[in-house]
């Protein structure tokens, strides 16, 4: 089956079966998500179970903007984590086996009381962090976005400096842990946004909604190594390894 209609089928099915466990209807994914990662990033594997994406770069590859040890830890560890504290929330709730990361996603609220909080938690940072390593990319890759996500970006910014401004600034304003994005509305209209702890613009329950264009890991597991308590350094340092095209790619 071909990977839309894959998709499709799952999306049907699980309307199906909405009445049974309470999910909500699909059409906001349908509008915003289809792109955003590929199908093998966001569904489990054939025994149901979450598996850890591979890395698509080398630990080392992104320095010195994030160095070697920290993307090691962050990923073999920090997003390990994740995976392992998802599946271990979904054998709790066998009947949501199979259900891509962004079904579980989308419709928190459906969730069975027992698993809403990990799924929330680990799910949240599951999506997270796949989506994170694709958004970053080695150096002297396109060092600002073309076509028509820069036009958006210019309407709603001005300069690419002054967004990049907003977004340290939105970034730093995080109290604690969280995440910063820049993300766009139906009609493409963009915004930086913030969410808390392991919170995404898909989720249900979060108040800030919209399809992620770019996202930024503003915990301190993030940048401590390197940068210490200085997250600002960091955010001023990330900007070079930003994967532009991959972010043209999920605007559209
Ligand atoms: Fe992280």
Partial sequence: MKKNSRREFIAKTTLAAAGTIGFLSFDWQKDFSKQIMSEELIMPSGDGTFTLPPLPYSYNALEPAIDAQTMEIHYTKHHQAYVDKLNA????????KGKSIEELLTNIQGLPDGVRTPIRNHGGGHWNHSFFWQILAPKNSMDQPTGKLKEAMISQWQTFDNFKDQMKQAGTGVFGSGW??????KD?????????NQDNTLMDISTAKGKPI??????????????????AEYLDDIWSVINWKKAMEIYG
């Fill in 89 to 96: 929330a979904i054998a709790k709730a066998p009947e949501l």
């Fill in 180 to 185: 910063v994005w820049m993300v766009a509305d």
């Fill in 188 to 196: 493409g209209k963009l915004s930086i946004v913030t969410t808390p």
């Fill in 214 to 231: 770019v996202g930024i890991d503003v915990w301190e597991h993030a940048y401590y190594l390197k940068h210490q308590n200085k997250r």
